[in-house]
């Protein structure tokens, strides 16, 4: 990561005082009379975000007063100081002075140090950070590749990213750490008992898939991951509207956020028994397109009738859930870019997470503080089960009436969940719609940071 570098390696650096509206004062006092005077003369009053470079006695740059706004500001976003990544000309700094989470802050700056380069020549320069001696580099480092990696599959576009790319990139994931991998593609997932994922794949000339690795001791607890793998929705025979299409190459950002979080738990060898389960497919339009109204037989044996095509997420998580549901784990995730109605009810940056774990909830909440990595949680409301009642199937996928829509798609993948000790659903946005200090604009990851500080707490 030529962005972070250690202080043993670094050349000549330039300071960066982060400083408060309270606490400028103080510094600019101890700074030479120029600088503070060059301060004063661009009217720098530490705002929150906002910056002044002060040049040297030499007219090169000489130091960097960065500002985080009044101190009592609750609106302060711990990742502000990623702001710097994006803002500073190419050279090394380093942090002098600093207020507020210096974890936090470092991370913000590696983040937003990211870009997408496959298709545009790549930026030869960029500002580099001294890695401050309290940081623990290898944590750090493991995050920013998980993050980058997850990224990266979001942010790659469906004709380079199809289903066999992603269950490629998944096996490959899976082999580097010694994990026990599957692949299960086309009419093999109907004989594999798979009817979910094969009907909602089957309209594509890309096979869907599914695949499944197995990593670390057997004798350790089981926590499974199961991620959503669509490479492209159009809607099917629901077919979205264009200005709805335009993001769908995002619809795998489930899969491409379990494959994130299954990294940092292999690389960290965290004391797991770690199952990852990605059904991928590309909801496409054909003849052999399933169509309202059909009705299939589930993996677990629930009857579903299909009320919607554009809802094919849930119905390739129903198959993959009841999968991983039959060995018990103790611990079963799953994550997807599930419904519009999460983003209507919570917007871009706040995925809805569902449990009945209440330990499990209290756990993430206070793992989601401590990492910057929100989500809320929204209840599993018992009440709106019978909206998904069908007259000639055991189930609906969707309601009709569309209140409460994130709300009874997990009540849906609720059903194909019985064994597992403690089960978490997340539906997520996966992207950022314009960018924000740490968040560059395009795919993220999202809950998989919070998910692993509270699996290294129990685990590590």
């Known amino acids: 990561m030529p962005f972070l570098i250690a202080a043993d ?9 982060v ?24 009217g720098f009053k530490a705002s929150a975000g906002s910056h002044v470079i002060v040049p040297g006695a030499d007219g090169r740059l000489g130091s960097v007063l960065f500002g985080l706004g009044k101190t009592s500001s609750r609106a302060r976003s711990p990742f502000l100081v990623g702001h710097l990544a994006t803002a500073l000309p190419p050279a090394t700094y380093r942090l002098v002075t600093f207020e507020g989470d210096l974890d936090l802050s470092v991370l ?34 493991r995050t920013v590749r998980a993050v980058f990696a997850t990224r990266d599959l979001i942010n ?14 998944a096996k490959s994931l899976g082999e580097r750490h010694g994990a026990q991998v599957r692949e299960i593609i086309g009419e093999d997932l109907l004989s594999a008992n798979f009817p979910l994922v094969y009907a909602v794949g089957a309209a594509s000339d890309r096979l869907p898939r599914l695949v499944d690795f197995t990593w670390g001791d057997e004798n350790h607890e089981k926590v499974t991951l199961v991620g959503k793998g669509v490479v492209f929705d159009t809607g099917g025979l629901n077919i979205k509207p264009d200005n709805s299409m335009l993001l769908m190459k995002k619809d795998m950002g489930g899969a491409a956020n379990v494959l994130g ?11 797991v028994r770690l199952r990852v389960i990605v059904p991928i497919v590309e909801n496409a339009i054909s003849g052999r397109a399933f169509r309202p109204g059909d009705v299939f037989r ?15 997420g849930r119905l390739i998580l129903a198959d993959a859930l009841a999968l991983a549901d039959e060995e018990a784990p103790a611990l079963l995730v799953d994550m997807a870019t599930l419904t519009g109605a999460a983003r209507v009810a919570l917007g871009p940056d706040l995925p809805p997470i569902y449990t009945h774990d209440d330990r499990l909830a209290d756990d993430l909440a206070v793992a989601a503080m401590e990492v910057n990595d929100p989500s809320w949680r929204l209840p599993l409301w018992p009440a709106y089960d019978s909206m998904l009642s069908s007259k000639v199937a055991d189930v609906n996928h969707v309601t009709t009436g569309g209140m409460a829509g994130s709300i009874t798609a997990a009540l849906f993948l609720g059903r194909f969940v019985e064994k597992a000790a403690s089960w978490l659903h997340a539906d997520i946005f996966g992207w950022v719609p314009s960018a924000k200090p740490g968040q560059p604009e395009g795919g993220e990851a999202q809950v998989i940071r919070s998910l692993f500080a509270l699996l290294e707490k129990r685990y590590g």
Do not use: C
């Open 108 to 141: 913000a700056f590696a983040l937003g140090s990211y870009r997408f380069e496959r298709y545009v020549k790549p930026r030869p320069n960029m500002p580099r950070l001294v890695l401050p001696s309290s940081i623990d580099a290898t944590a750090l480092e």
């Open 19 to 42: 400083v408060s509206e309270e606490s400028l004062a103080a510094t600019a006092a101890a700074l030479p009379e120029g600088s503070r005077a060059w301060v004063e003369a661009n």
């Open 156 to 169: 790659t576009p469906a004709n380079d990213l199809g289903t066999e790319e992603l269950a490629a990139a």
């Open 298 to 312: 589930s993996r677990k044996g629930l009857t579903v009738e299909i009320g919607n095509t554009d809802a094919e």
């Open 9 to 17: 390696t670094a050349d000549e650096s330039v300071p960066i005082h």
């Open 261 to 271: 979080l299954a990294q940092m738990i292999m690389e960290a060898g965290l004391r």
